[in-house]
């Protein structure tokens, strides 16, 4: 069996052929390809916390493979983050367990790089500035991916913290080709912003139909289950997308707020969810059609996102000889 650290999965993990392996992964699971059960979740809610197991079958990739993944929103984020896990593949002829990583880099990853499929989608080609609203570990996952995609010159970053934003618009500045800038609000951020990523677990929406520019397009991946990160103008101004209409609609902690909770108060229906990403790449349903459409992609991660990334992970690292293999028996 072979064991792989979370350093070693970083290294193994290349951003592009993620990106690029993400786009059929989701047109299989789009097309009932994929094999992936509704994730289910322990709670915690002394810490406001869950564990939940995510498992997965795409055949394409060749990988079976399920993720536990914990969330507890109250870690700082950085030395110790809010989302952790591990991922268990299996050999898809026998069952037998094939190996052991780390799923933080690998969720870290896999959400940013599917953002930055959306915005390879729907945003329009010459979107240059890109607001970031969160400072933790997916703004900074983000920010990277989605300059892959388009011609970002201008960043903009904010958070609660202004000093955790100073901080990371630093990093990034110090390995992104881009002018990185914190704003002091999401407001300022947003004001003129082509793209704008959403990462952040906020009760109160930090996207709001008044700062937003005409054409933007807006991932949005923040999860809080008394909460949501868009208001209710947005969604319902907004061409949606999703990964997938039964898991975003699902109840918690599987669905998403930011839709739920517009359909609950009758401001939207279910059949406003236009697309999920695996039709928009396999030509079924339309994207923008215009440059002053705003479109949203609404993401609660499914595992076929998981399922693609550990395929390339593990391939590369026996291309590589990387990791170490274990005897369980």
């Known amino acids: 069996m072979l064991v792989l650290s979370r350093s070693q999965v970083e290294d193994l993990l290349d951003m592009d052929s993620l990106i690029d392996s993400l786009a059929p992964a989701m047109a299989d699971l789009s097309a009932g390809r994929a094999s992936v059960p509704d994730r289910v979740a322990a709670l915690v809610p002394e810490h406001d916390g869950f564990l939940a197991a995510m498992p997965g079958y795409l055949a394409s990739a060749g990988m079976l493979m399920t993720k536990l993944v914990s969330l507890f929103p109250h870690n700082d984020g950085a030395q110790l983050p809010t989302h952790q896990a591990l ?178 108060d009758g401001l939207i229906t279910a059949d406003h969810v236009h697309t999920e990403l695996g039709e928009l790449i396999a030509g079924t349903k339309p994207g923008r059609t215009s440059p002053d459409q705003m479109t949203l992609y609404k993401s609660v991660g499914v595992a076929v996102q998981d399922a693609a990334a550990t395929a390339l992970v593990i391939a590369a690292a026996h291309d590589q000889s990387i990791g170490e293999e274990i005897t369980l028996q």
């Not at 367990?97 to 933080?104: E, F, H, I, K, W």
């Not at 499929?117 to 990277?144: C, P």
Request: with cysteine; glycine share 6%; aromatic share 2%.
């Open 87 to 264: 991922i268990v593949a299996f050999d898809p002829d026998t069952g037998e367990p094939a190996a052991l990583l780390d799923g933080t880099a690998i969720t870290a990853a896999r959400t940013a790089a599917c953002s930055a499929l959306s915005a390879r989608l729907l945003a329009r080609e010459d979107a240059s500035v890109l607001a970031v609203l969160g400072t933790g570990v997916q703004a900074r996952s983000h920010a990277r991916a989605i300059c892959r995609v388009r011609p970002i010159r201008q960043i903009r970053v904010a958070g609660r913290d202004p000093a955790r934003a100073a901080a990371l618009a630093e990093e990034l500045s110090s390995v992104l080709d881009a002018d990185v800038q914190a704003a002091g609000s999401y407001a300022e951020a947003l004001d003129g912003a082509d793209i704008a990523a959403a990462t952040t677990h906020a009760v109160e929406p930090v996207i709001r139909r008044p700062w937003l520019t005409p054409g933007v397009h807006i991932t949005s991946v923040g999860y809080n289950p008394a909460g949501r990160e868009i208001d209710d103008a947005t969604v319902a101004g907004a061409l949606v997308c999703v990964e997938s209409r039964q898991a975003a609609l699902a109840p918690p902690p599987v669905g998403s707020n930011d839709l739920l909770m517009p359909i609950r």
